[in-house]
């Protein structure tokens, strides 16, 4: 992960304005309540009075949690979605609904450190989407995950294994919702090989289960269901202080339990520059080449690209960019060599803390996505339809809200989204309108 921007966010509390993060990390989120605080804090046998402020990223000075249990640290929290009002609650282009909806649910997150920079942290919780006149969309869903920091002079390593099950859409591609099980792990190690020299190795292995439902023609289960295992490395060399040079690799295995016509692996070369937080331009740009090539035959290629850069005017403001281009599997059957579609997003962000506690978010992107070759979709009063489907999006919003401390806000936000198709059926548009509370628990990194 870059380490300018994302500096940003945690030193002020912010999380990404419109980067599609997954499930399990918009799940983690929270607030502190000080009835639960309260409790754990007697529970533990801790007087209220040594309850440190909930807020702070290290509550106490060396402390990486609220309540201390021998060697533990435990932080209770609550974590709440958007409540707020949905204009397009199935996202469709005809026979629009509107409906209030919410979401939410208890979270604790567990802390073990081992001196100053190494930990071991288990995070989890429940989360129940309700909306008010849809009982049909009400879900009890879940996350957990546990995680391993080491870090020493010269070698940093991580390990995490997480689970997740969430209820929403799963991607552009497609507009219902699923119930989707993710459960995955994965596992960073850097070493320092010399004053310029550092290498860095990576692995990851998932497993990704879709209930079954017919969506215009096609059973998703069959399309999304898979296993999926990366391995890739990276050589880095210091141009400066601020700035290193990298190049390397990856390669991704897939498989489909349902479909193993789909099975490929899909290697990726690729090289760039990345910057420190203190950088006049703190972040990455990296580009590359990324092949897809199938088990029975088939294959693709395209240009590569993930961009993420930002320019610090201050300490309190920030005006940045990103620009990702790469492959991904479609959930619907193609007539091109490969069942890939090119997806690309770009956007644009400030960030902004205003006078004493209050900040302002606004962003707005473009992307799009192309299938290799035609899809068939049997469209509702339509009957089948074949054709290379092509989707262009937009989006934009803004927040504003108070800042608690560096790891607790509320705000109120708005978000409209626009998509048009060679598909009408895909033509939508909604405007989610809302309030949240958030809590933002450190994340290990990996890259």
Known sequence: MPTGPDAFRRRNGLGYPLRRVSNLAILGRGIWVLAALTTAAVAAGQPVAQVSDPGNAVPVEGRPGLIR?????????????????????????????????????????????????????????????????TPSLRRWNGYGSGSLELEGVRTRFA??????QTYSRPNYQVNARLQQETEGTRAFLRRTLGERFSLALFG????????????????LQQTMDEDRDEAGGELRIALS???????????????FPYLPGRNGRAPLAYGGFRTDETALIAGSALAGVRWFMGDSGGSRNTFYADVDAARHFSPKTELGGRFTRDLAYSAFATSGPSPTIVQQMAEVYVDKVLVSHIYLRVFGGIGSFTSDGAVTLVLPGQGPQTQVRNDNFREAG????????????????????????????FGVQGLLFGFTLTYNPPQPQFR
């Open 398 to 425: 803004a927040e504003v809200g108070y800042q608690f401390r560096p790891r607790v806000r509320a705000g109120v936000n708005a978000r409209y989204t626009t998509r048009t198709s060679t598909f009408d059926t």
């Open 159 to 164: 390990i995490e294994e997480r689970y997740a």
């Open 241 to 255: 202080v601020k700035t290193k040079f990298v190049a390397g690799g990856e390669q991704t295995w897939h498989r």
């Open 69 to 133: 249990v021998g060697t533990f640290y435990l932080t209770p929290y609550v974590h709440v979605g958007n409540i707020g009002l949905d204009t397009n609650v199935f996202y469709t282009p005809y026979d629009r609904h509107t409906d209030i909806m919410a979401s939410g649910g208890p979270g604790l997150e567990v802390v073990r450190p081992f001196g100053k920079t190494s930990r071991f942290r288990l995070d989890g919780g429940l989360d129940y989407l309700y909306y008010l006149r």
């Open 204 to 219: 990851e292995r998932s497993r990704v289960r879709v209930e079954s439902l017919d969506y215009l023609g096609t059973d």
